[in-house]
Protein backbone atom coordinates (compact mmCIF):
# COMPACT_ATOMS: atom_id res chain seq x y z
CA UNK A 1 0.00 0.00 0.00
CA UNK A 2 1.00 3.38 -0.65
CA UNK A 3 1.17 5.90 1.47
CA UNK A 4 -1.33 8.70 0.87
CA UNK A 5 1.18 11.49 1.26
CA UNK A 6 3.11 10.97 -1.35
CA UNK A 7 -0.09 10.33 -3.95
CA UNK A 8 -2.97 12.76 -4.84
CA UNK A 9 -6.07 10.71 -4.54
CA UNK A 10 -8.63 9.98 -6.92
CA UNK A 11 -11.33 12.24 -5.20
CA UNK A 12 -8.31 15.26 -4.58
CA UNK A 13 -7.90 15.32 -8.35
CA UNK A 14 -12.26 15.02 -9.04
CA UNK A 15 -12.51 18.09 -6.50
CA UNK A 16 -9.54 20.26 -8.66
CA UNK A 17 -11.09 20.06 -11.67
CA UNK A 18 -14.78 20.55 -10.49
CA UNK A 19 -13.22 23.49 -8.73
CA UNK A 20 -11.85 24.69 -12.28
CA UNK A 21 -15.20 24.41 -14.04
CA UNK A 22 -16.73 26.07 -11.29
CA UNK A 23 -15.02 29.08 -11.23
CA UNK A 24 -16.45 29.40 -14.65
CA UNK A 25 -20.71 29.08 -13.87
CA UNK A 26 -21.54 30.61 -17.02
CA UNK A 27 -20.66 28.44 -19.23
CA UNK A 28 -22.34 25.33 -17.49
CA UNK A 29 -25.00 27.65 -17.59
CA UNK A 30 -25.76 27.91 -21.22
CA UNK A 31 -25.22 23.88 -21.63
CA UNK A 32 -28.37 22.99 -21.11
CA UNK A 33 -27.76 19.49 -22.54
CA UNK A 34 -28.55 16.93 -19.88
CA UNK A 35 -26.10 14.49 -22.52
CA UNK A 36 -23.29 16.94 -22.66
CA UNK A 37 -23.34 17.46 -19.25
CA UNK A 38 -23.08 13.53 -18.53
CA UNK A 39 -20.10 13.67 -20.86
CA UNK A 40 -18.72 16.22 -19.05
CA UNK A 41 -19.17 14.16 -15.93
CA UNK A 42 -17.69 11.34 -17.32
CA UNK A 43 -14.71 13.10 -18.64
CA UNK A 44 -13.86 14.86 -15.26
CA UNK A 45 -14.46 11.33 -13.57
CA UNK A 46 -12.05 9.43 -16.03
CA UNK A 47 -9.49 11.96 -15.66
CA UNK A 48 -9.74 11.96 -12.40
CA UNK A 49 -9.25 8.18 -12.22
CA UNK A 50 -6.43 8.13 -14.80
CA UNK A 51 -4.44 10.64 -12.81
CA UNK A 52 -4.91 8.62 -9.03
CA UNK A 53 -4.03 5.37 -10.81
CA UNK A 54 -1.11 7.38 -12.65
CA UNK A 55 0.19 9.05 -9.35
CA UNK A 56 -0.36 5.15 -7.68
CA UNK A 57 1.88 3.63 -10.27
CA UNK A 58 4.94 6.61 -10.19
CA UNK A 59 4.76 5.90 -5.92
CA UNK A 60 4.91 2.72 -6.19
CA UNK A 61 7.79 2.51 -9.14
CA UNK A 62 9.87 5.32 -7.59
CA UNK A 63 12.80 2.88 -5.99
CA UNK A 64 12.77 1.58 -9.82
CA UNK A 65 12.96 4.55 -11.45
CA UNK A 66 16.26 5.41 -9.13
CA UNK A 67 17.57 3.15 -9.74
CA UNK A 68 17.55 2.99 -13.28
CA UNK A 69 18.88 6.36 -13.25
CA UNK A 70 21.71 5.29 -11.39
CA UNK A 71 22.36 2.53 -13.35
CA UNK A 72 21.67 4.80 -16.50
CA UNK A 73 24.57 7.24 -14.93
CA UNK A 74 27.18 4.57 -14.19
CA UNK A 75 26.89 3.40 -17.58
CA UNK A 76 27.50 6.45 -18.69
CA UNK A 77 30.53 7.47 -16.95
CA UNK A 78 32.01 3.79 -18.23
CA UNK A 79 31.04 1.95 -14.99
CA UNK A 80 29.35 -1.37 -15.70
Known amino acids: MVSSRYIIRESEVKQIIEDKLNEHPDL ?3 IDNPYLQKVIDAL ?3 FAEAVAES ?3 L ?3 VVNI ?3 EMQRNMR ?3 YR
Request: net charge neutral.
Open 59 to 61: AEN
Open 28 to 30: LYY
Open 66 to 68: VND
Open 44 to 46: VDG
Open 55 to 57: NKK
Open 76 to 78: SRG
